[in-house]
């Protein structure tokens, strides 16, 4: 029963977890959710470890926090520069309680079948790869401390939608990674959730969404409700508290949850829908033509 309750996002029975003098992980850290958790977290007294490959953001956020941050740039899809980062960085931090896989990218609206395969290998490389690049040289620490993983997924990873497949793709498979390494972990007494997100305003999703018309169009076919965004600041108090309780699944905005749990039939009816909807047919016409 208590998987259950975990699985559904509710914050189970007993105390949060105070995360002062924990060792707390971060990649992205230096612009957009990994910034605003970064300066969340390190306000409650964590110690952390930050990781984004933007050399001047990192450095400026650096001196920002001060005491207890530590940074090093690499690029999360970069295997063997994750697995020195992650080691480097524990030996000032003395090793890891918590881990958040943060960074992401998205793709220029596109089909898949005019697509640069290299941009399709750019967004699964880091958004995906990248999460198995950060998680795994730090989850020998992780299980020593019976700790957390939290790993950002997306509401993109259950939602159809033509011209940002890779990125639905990718995010689709952090979902995946989480669920199975929470199974994995937890006879060892860590834990691991999966954040779900819908429009977090942000520079990456502001270039998406409002400098690209077809981006525009793409949002604009969503409900009203949905297409509410909520602020990097109030993402990463949805974070802090998923690492605070230990959730095992987080939805913001909440509108998107009954999407999240009636997935199975919600899809079916969407993808059903969206096939033979014309202004659908004409959305990916239009981004036919831009190529």
Known sequence: MLDVVRDFGVPLPGPSRDVRGKAVLITGAASGIGLALARALHAQGAVLGLVDRDESALAAVTAELGTRAHSVVADVADRPGMAEAVGGLARHTGGWDVVVANAGVTPPPGTLRQLDPHEFDRVVSVNLTGVFNTVRPALDDVLARRGYVLVVSSAAAFTPGPGGSPYMISKAG??????????????????????????????????????????????????????????????????????????????????????????????????????????????????????
């Open 174 to 291: 952090v979902e995946q990674l989480g669920r199975a390494l929470r199974l994995e972990l937890a006879p060892h007494g860590a834990d691991v959730g999966v954040a779900y997100f819908g429009f977090v305003d942000t520079p990456l999703a502001r270039a998406t969404l409002d400098d690209d018309p077809l981006g525009r169009a793409l949002e604009a076919r969503l409900p009203g409700p949905l297409r509410k965004r909520i602020t990097a600041e109030q993402a990463a108090r949805v974070l802090a508290r998923a690492i605070e309780r230990r959730s095992g699944r987080v939805v913001a905005p909440s509108a998107w949850q009954p999407w999240a749990l009636l997935r199975g039939v919600v899809n079916v009816v969407a993808d059903r829908y969206l096939a033979a909807d014309p202004s659908c047919h004409a959305l990916v016409r239009d981004l036919e033509a831009r190529h």
